[in-house]
């Protein structure tokens, strides 16, 4: 995985909204990420399967960012 793809994963995690990071369960919070990459950079099978494994195990990592922004986006209210 190079640098770009890496910074275009985390990039749209980031802009993601927290409520559909938090609310999907495993299976389907990857596979959305997939298909809107997949739609930004038109990803290859090979591709596709290393974002897979890498997502998988940055579920928690991607969880707790989402949590963290959801509480701080919700703490003034």
Same mark, same amino acid.
């Given at each position: 995985? &190079?640098?770009?793809?890496?910074?275009?994963?985390?990039?749209? %995690?980031?802009?993601?909204?927290? $409520?559909?990071?938090?609310?999907? =369960? =495993? @299976?389907?919070?990857? *596979?959305? +990420?997939?298909? *809107?990459?997949? *739609?930004?950079?038109?990803? &290859?099978?090979?591709?596709? !399967? +290393?974002? &897979?494994?890498?997502?998988? $195990?940055?579920?928690?990592? %991607? /969880? =707790?960012? @989402?949590?963290? /922004?959801?509480?701080?986006? !919700?703490?003034?209210?």
């Amino acid at each position: 995985m &190079n640098p770009t793809m890496l910074r275009q994963l985390w990039s749209l %995690i980031e802009t993601t909204q927290t $409520n559909l990071l938090l609310k999907l =369960d =495993d @299976a389907s919070l990857v *596979q959305w +990420i997939l298909k *809107q990459l997949k *739609q930004e950079r038109g990803l &290859n099978s090979e591709e596709m !399967h +290393i974002l &897979n494994e890498y997502l998988y $195990n940055r579920l928690s990592l %991607i /969880r =707790d960012l @989402a949590e963290q /922004r959801y509480a701080t986006n !919700h703490s003034s209210s």
